[in-house]
């Protein structure tokens, strides 16, 4: 080849390289793709692919919040909730029977003034030096009240022995409704309840122990009594 045509196909050769190197040169990382026009851009694509995934994530914790918030109030609305089981009438009754057997009290009734009326009358002072007929009538009087008195205290233990089984069944429905209590208003309402039914326990075992200290006192009184009038006796009968 001769030297002109040489040089004309490196001329050639250098604006062809010319002509290629723009069109292979790196494009900006914003832009580097095309596709029929459209720029892709894979900067711009990751943070809409973050901002996305945030979004996603605070939609999830609002969620939560509301799951939560309503759990509370289902929980709330438990603790607003009545217990089902009521021992009220049950208790009630068990202490009107009791009240009623001690207002059955013969001779001598839980009274103040009637305590005193009765032992002005038949324990002390005249009532034990009066005439023969009278100190007769006085110790029949005390030996009624000493009966009457055992009487009524054997009639009131009796009650509160009935209200045992009473007592029983009442307890096992209050523990039973206190385990299954769904709130906390349900656990304090049987938790009164109980210790509503441990009073009552204890005014039926308050009448009891005054019953049978009522009958003890009216024995006491009246060997006491007894013993005065007995001196009384003596003294007339030596003096006579």
Known sequence: MKLPAIRRVLMAGALATTAILPAIAPMPAYAQFGFGGIVYDPTNYAQNVLTAARSLQQINNQIQQI?????????QARNLESLPF?????????VQRTQQLLGQAQRIAYD???????FTNRYKGAALTGDHAQMVANANARWEDSVGAFEDAL??????VGNIDG?????????????????????????????????????????????????QA???????????????????????
């Open 67 to 75: 799951q939560q918030a309503a759990t509370s109030l289902i929980n």
């Open 86 to 94: 009521s021992s009220l009438q049950t208790l009630q009754g068990q």
């Open 112 to 118: 103040v003034q009637n305590v005193q009326q009765a």
């Open 155 to 160: 009639k009131v233990q009796a009650g509160v």
């Open 167 to 215: 007592e029983r069944a009442t307890m096992d429905g209050l523990v039973s409704a206190s385990q299954s209590a769904t709130g906390a208003l349900q656990a304090s309402q049987a938790g009164n309840q109980l210790l509503a039914l441990q009073s009552q326990q204890l005014a039926d075992l308050t009448a009891a122990v005054a019953a049978q200290g009522r009958a």
């Open 218 to 240: 009216l024995q006491s009184a009246r060997q006491t009594a007894e013993e005065a009038e007995g001196r009384e006796r003596f003294r007339r009968f030596m003096g006579n």
